[in-house]
Structure formats: C-alpha cells, structure tokens
C-alpha cells in the first residue's frame, strides 16, 4: 500500500518539480516556432555556384547579317565627309567599332567606305586620300566633287585621265555615284558681268568690283581681236573675188588704211537674254559682195527658239504678202511609217539640242561652253563606267530679287527647292545629267 500511494506523488512531484524548473531555469529559450521568418542565409560558396560563370557578351556571337545592319547603324552618317576641311559637321559615328578585334575591322572597315559620301575639292585631295586612307577606300561608291571655275581645268584632265598613278579610274573603281556642283560664281557667264555695271556697280566689294572691271576689259579685248579678224579676212575675201571676175577692187582699202574696227557692244545681262532670247548684234562689214561659187559654207547663228522663231514668221510673211489658196487644201495623210520617222528625228533633235525645249537651260549653256561645262562632259565620256550615275549642277549666285523674276517669267521651267533657290530639270548633256541652279544673295542698300 505504501508503494502505490508513494508513486503518484513521486510522479507528481517530479513533473511539478520539472514544471517549476521550467518556469525558473529555462525563461531564455528561445521557442519552438519563431514569430518572424529569419532573412535567407548569405552564404558566399552557395552565391558563387548560382552566378553565370561568363558574364561578358561578344558581338561576333551574333549572325552576320544582324551584324551588319549594327555596322550599318553604327557607321553611316547622313552628311559627306569633307576631306581635307577645317571644319566639318559631327558625323556621330562610333569609329572605335573599327578597333574592337582584327574580325570586326574586317567586316566593318568596307561598310564605313562603301556607305558614306566622301567630298573633295581639289583632284589632288582625292588622289591623295586613296594613297593615304586604308586599302578599303576602294570600296567608295559615292562621291560630291565641288568644282571652281578656276580648277576646271584640272578636273577635266583628272577625270578624263587613264593614268594608273592619278585619274577617277584608278582612285576610285568601284564609284556608283558622281556629284558634281560647278560654282559658276556671281558672274559665271560673259552675260552675267554686264548685270553687275560697269566696273562692278556700287554695291560690290572693292575687289568683286576690280575683278569684274577686269574680266570685262579682257572679254572686250578678245572681241575688238576677234572683229579685226573677221575685218581682214572679209577684205582678203573681196579682194581675191574682183581679181578673179577681172576688174580692180573697189572697195579694199589701200594697204595701211584699214578701217578700225568699231567697239564690241556692252554685255548683256543672263536674265534679259534668256527673257527676249535675242543676243546683241554686232557690226555688219562693209560692202558685203557675193561669193563667187555660191554661199559660204559658214556654220548659221544660233539664237534661241523664240528668235528663230520670231525670225521664221517674218522671212514667212515677207516672202507671202499674199499668199494664195492651195490647189489641195486637204492633203493626203502621211504614210504611218514617215510620220513615226519624222517624230523619232523631232524627239532625237530635242535631244541633242536641249535649248530647244528649255530656254533658260540653253541660253545658260551657250555662254557656259566657253567656260568648260562641255568639256567636262566630255571628258567623262571615254573613262567612265557604264553603271555610273553622273549629276552636274551648275550653281550661279543672282540677287534675290533676280531669282524672284526668272521664277515668274520661266515658271514652267524652275522650280524652288527648299532652300528658296531655283533650279531646273537635269537635261542630258553629251551622257550627263546638267542642271542650272541660281542662288539668291542679299544686296546692300
């Protein structure tokens, strides 16, 4: 009995005991659940195996074609690179590409150069910057040539040249695009310096005003030379002609008293010429006697169409006064062949004569032969490849107000760019594209 009443308590002693201790010795523990998630465990060799073991990325992991087009994005700039030039535009182009490994600068080297515009000035710079430049620059495909009148010239020879060493060929052979601005200047034609005035106009500098001064003095020498020329030659002429029909001549004048010849008429302005489309007439010689084997095979004056016109329907009326009635008032149509032969010949003369169709253009380009723009077609003629695209724009420089009135009175032939120039259709000139453009520039007051 002693035994089964002493075990309870002995159970109940030890588990209040053990209680009590809990209560008294163990208030520190910390507790089975914990109240607040702990923050995740920063171990340093469990975040080494999650990382990527190649952080870096190489471009040449890319396909070619995708590399490319970033080449191309990277490269290529919208304005020409002008070389050699103190200053040029920022091209923003990421030119360190280039450098990146010896792969990349293979495949991006021929992008840089066959994309861009290169601009050249002189025929030297281009000649020298494909000796100097990398061995890539062959690939230029695209190329504006700013041309003076002063280096006409050059470029003509440069151009038409088939030298290994110097010539367009050789620098540039795979060229897919020529651009070419002639600066004519203010006074680019003989016609021009007459609209300035005499001596330049008050409104000029002093040394536009001297040079202008001179280039007239030098085109009125080479007519009072020109004139004496044709003077003597007219006597000569006379002179054999009663000597062969037997009788003396009348009208030579004795040796040493020739006539002088009269002054060359002053210049006319571009504008007035291309507006009335007649050019000044110069003095007739003397006594003009019939040749004795029939007309002179000389080559005719070539106005433009409005004066060939107006000069058609005078010799029309003059020879008709009254015309009479035709015995056929209907004729008989043309066979269809003739008439389409007759139009092929109408369409290949407007061709070769562009004035014919564009008065303005013509009239320009009468005085501009002698300024070289006819050579410098030609000289392209022989050396050029057959898939070059050649564009020449002849710039002239006019006041405002000038360009104001060729708008209206050749509207249907300018047109106005954004820039408020004018300029006309490109006409083809001996196989190249020519187009006028007059430029507008403020007059003092």
Not at 33 to 57: D, K, M
Not at 72 to 95: E, G, I, R, Y
Not at 370 to 379: K, T
Not at 428 to 441: C, K, Q, T
Request: proline share 12%; hydrophobic share 35%; aromatic share 6%.
């Amino acid at each position: 009995m002693a035994s089964r009443t002493s075990t309870p308590r002995s159970r109940s002693r030890s588990s209040t005991g053990s209680s009590d201790s809990s209560d008294t010795t163990m208030n520190d523990a910390p507790p089975l659940t914990p109240a607040r998630p702990r923050p995740a465990s920063h171990n340093a060799a469990a975040s080494l195996q999650t990382a990527p073991t190649n952080p870096t990325f190489s471009i040449l992991a890319l396909p070619r074609e995708l590399r490319s087009q970033i080449y191309t994005f990277a490269l290529v700039s919208p304005f020409p690179f002008w070389w050699p030039a103190p200053s040029s535009p920022k091209h923003n182009v990421a030119l360190g590409l280039l450098t990146a490994n010896k792969q990349v600068h293979e495949e991006a080297t021929p992008i840089l150069y066959s994309l861009n515009k290169f601009l050249f000035t002189h025929p030297s710079d281009c000649n020298i910057f494909r000796v100097i430049s990398s061995p890539f620059s062959e690939n230029i495909t695209s190329v504006y040539l700013r041309i003076r009148e002063k280096d006409v010239k050059l470029w003509t020879s440069y151009l038409g040249s088939t030298l290994a060493e110097r010539s367009m060929q050789a620098d540039l052979p795979k060229l897919k695009s020529l651009w070419i601005f002639l600066r004519c200047g203010t006074m680019g034609t003989p016609g021009m310096i007459g609209q300035l005035g005499a001596g330049g106009g008050p409104n000029l500098p002093v040394g536009l005003a001297a040079q202008v001064q001179a280039m007239q003095q030098a085109l009125g020498g080479q007519m009072t030379a020109l004139q004496q020329q044709v003077q003597n030659q007219i006597q000569v002429l006379q002179h054999q002609v009663h000597l062969a029909m037997g009788h003396a001549n009348v009208f030579a004048n004795p040796p040493g008293t020739q006539m002088p010849a009269p002054p060359p008429p002053p210049p006319m302005p571009f504008a007035q010429f291309a507006q009335t489309g007649q050019a000044p007439q110069l003095p007739q010689a003397p006594f003009p006697m019939p040749h004795p084997h029939g007309q002179v095979n000389n080559p005719p004056p070539n106005p433009s169409p409005l004066a060939q016109h107006l000069a058609a329907n005078t010799t029309t009326i003059s020879q008709n006064p009254h015309p009479h009635p035709h015995p056929h008032p209907h004729p008989p149509p043309q066979p269809a062949h003739e008439h389409q032969l007759q139009h092929q010949h109408h369409h290949q003369h407007q061709h070769q004569h562009p004035h014919n169709a564009h008065p303005l253009f013509g009239s320009f380009l009468r005085f501009e032969r002698e300024m070289g723009l006819e050579n410098l077609c030609l000289s392209l003629h022989e050396t050029r490849p057959a898939d070059l695209d050649v564009k020449i724009v002849c710039i002239v420089k006019l006041p405002k107000a000038e360009v104001q009135r060729l708008l209206r009175v050749f509207a249907e032939e300018l047109s106005v760019d954004r820039n408020g120039d004018a300029r006309t259709k490109f006409t083809r000139v001996h196989g190249v594209d020519v187009s006028l453009e007059v430029s507008g520039y403020e007059v003092g007051g």
